[in-house]
């Protein structure tokens, strides 16, 4: 009868557990986000559909305006359009950064892009802002 020594198994099972995280991981950064101009973001300036942009990424953040801990009036001057300075500009700390992840709804199309790290959101909440 064969006899498999226990940490050969356990060696085996770590082996196919990273094999599977490469997998998924290839998977999840090969799947494409949604593209947007400027012009179709800029149709969603209202208060009950309001997106932003934020180094080319997209958001939807029409749940999020009213929780916004600085002032919901002061989000909706930059509704529809680019709030990165705003964003950046102020205290925002990485709590805040990594709040923004959830609201992803895409990002700008490449042509209109304007920074070196569109589209890596995990480089956007590693940043220092
Ligand atoms: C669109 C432009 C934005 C402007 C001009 C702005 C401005 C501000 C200001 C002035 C404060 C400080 C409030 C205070 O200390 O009294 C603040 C706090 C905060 N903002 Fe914004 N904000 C913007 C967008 C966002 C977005 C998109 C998020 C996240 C989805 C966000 C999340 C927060 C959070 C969590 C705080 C509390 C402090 C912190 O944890 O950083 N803000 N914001």
Redesign the pocket.
């Given at each position: 009868m064969l006899f498999f020594p226990c940490y050969e198994v356990i060696n085996v099972l770590h082996i196919l557990n990273n094999l599977q995280s490469i997998i998924l991981n290839n998977l999840l950064t090969q799947s494409k986000r949604k593209e947007y101009t400027l012009k179709e973001v800029s149709n969603h300036y209202r208060e009950n559909d309001c997106w932003?942009i934020?180094r080319d990424i997209v958001?939807d953040?029409t749940n999020?305006i009213k929780e916004?801990?600085?002032g919901h009036d002061?989000?909706m001057e930059?509704a529809g359009s680019d709030?990165t300075m705003?964003?950046t500009d102020?205290?925002?700390?990485k709590?805040?950064s990594r709040?923004?992840q959830k609201?992803i709804v895409g990002e700008l199309v490449f042509e209109e892009r304007m920074y070196d790290n569109m589209s890596q959101e995990l480089t956007i909440t590693e940043q220092e802002w």
């Amino acid at each position: 009868m064969l006899f498999f020594p226990c940490y050969e198994v356990i060696n085996v099972l770590h082996i196919l557990n990273n094999l599977q995280s490469i997998i998924l991981n290839n998977l999840l950064t090969q799947s494409k986000r949604k593209e947007y101009t400027l012009k179709e973001v800029s149709n969603h300036y209202r208060e009950n559909d309001c997106w932003m942009i934020i180094r080319d990424i997209v958001y939807d953040l029409t749940n999020f305006i009213k929780e916004h801990p600085g002032g919901h009036d002061i989000m909706m001057e930059y509704a529809g359009s680019d709030a990165t300075m705003a964003f950046t500009d102020k205290p925002h700390s990485k709590h805040a950064s990594r709040l923004l992840q959830k609201y992803i709804v895409g990002e700008l199309v490449f042509e209109e892009r304007m920074y070196d790290n569109m589209s890596q959101e995990l480089t956007i909440t590693e940043q220092e802002w």
